[in-house]
T-cell receptor, first 114, second 116 residues
Framework: DGGITQSPKYLFRKEGQNVTLSCEQNLNHDAMYWYRQDPGQGLRLIYYSQIVNDFQKGDIAEGYSVSREKKESFPLTVTSAQKNPTAFYLC?????????????FGNGTRLTVT | AQKITQTQPGMFVQEKEAVTLDCTYDTSDQSYGLFWYKQPSSGEMIFLIYQGSYDEQNATEGRYSLNFQKARKSANLVISASQLGDSAMYFCAMREGLNRDDKIIFGKGTRLHILP
């Protein structure tokens, strides 16, 4: 079945450590996105990529980095520079950037930093 | 100014009743898409329904329908015959056709509680 896989589901890290969240899709979608969600809140865009080897900052990119070396993969690194990294992280993809193209989401990774 | 406004932070509805979740949007584009997503307590975001700005008929998907009033810039989600499993957070989102930075804008969400 086609879909988006995020791993792991839960991730625990010590403060000061970088951590990488995995996102893989087999939908053959061009565009991929990373969102952050805090408890009881909506989604905030971190980074997005419309094509391989290219990506743009979203609304809250500080303290995060991404790469898009393959169409299927869009890993997110949460660096030690991110002041409040504990959150729920959602990866999404869409066929392209057209306005009628819905986002399809993975199941999310819940990151806890202590 | 917010581009997507969901004015109901929370709603309580009796099982089997119909429920309407409000969403208003703001755009100057002629081409845009409107989406609704459901987020259960497990966290995944489930795509429910899509309405394009040029669609003359309201979108429907099973028990979900979208009450699209273009002049009022309103895109309310209607769930008919609500079920306990409909209890979740619901997000309205918009994608603008001329938006070169390809951002999808989400509202803050409405938490729906279905009462037995």
């Amino acid at each position: 079945d086609g879909g988006i896989t995020q791993s792991p589901k839960y991730l625990f890290r010590k403060e000061g450590q970088n951590v990488t969240l995995s996102c893989e899709q087999n939908l053959n979608h061009d565009a991929m996105y990373w969102y952050r969600q805090d408890p009881g809140q909506g989604l905030r865009l971190i980074y997005y990529s419309q094509i391989v080897n290219d990506f743009q900052k979203g609304d809250i990119a500080e303290g995060y980095s991404v790469s898009r070396e393959k169409k299927e993969s869009f890993p997110l690194t949460v660096t030690s520079a991110q002041k409040n990294p504990t959150a729920f992280y959602l990866c999404a993809s869409s066929m392209d950037g057209s306005y009628n193209s819905p986002l399809h989401f993975g199941n999310g990774t819940r990151l806890t930093v202590t | 100014a917010q581009k997507i406004t969901q004015t109901q932070p929370g709603m309580f509805v009796q099982e089997k009743e119909a429920v309407t979740l409000d969403c208003t949007y703001d755009t100057s584009d002629q081409s845009y898409g409107l989406f609704w997503y459901k987020q259960p307590s497990s966290g995944e975001m489930i795509f429910l329904i899509y309405q394009g700005s040029y669609d003359e008929q309201n979108a429907t998907e099973g028990r979900y329908s979208l009450n699209f009033q273009k002049a009022r810039k309103s895109a309310n989600l209607v769930i008919s015959a609500s079920q306990l499993g409909d209890s979740a957070m619901y997000f309205c989102a918009m994608r603008e056709g001329l938006n070169r930075d390809d951002k999808i804008i989400f509202g803050k969400g409405t938490r729906l509680h279905i009462l037995p």
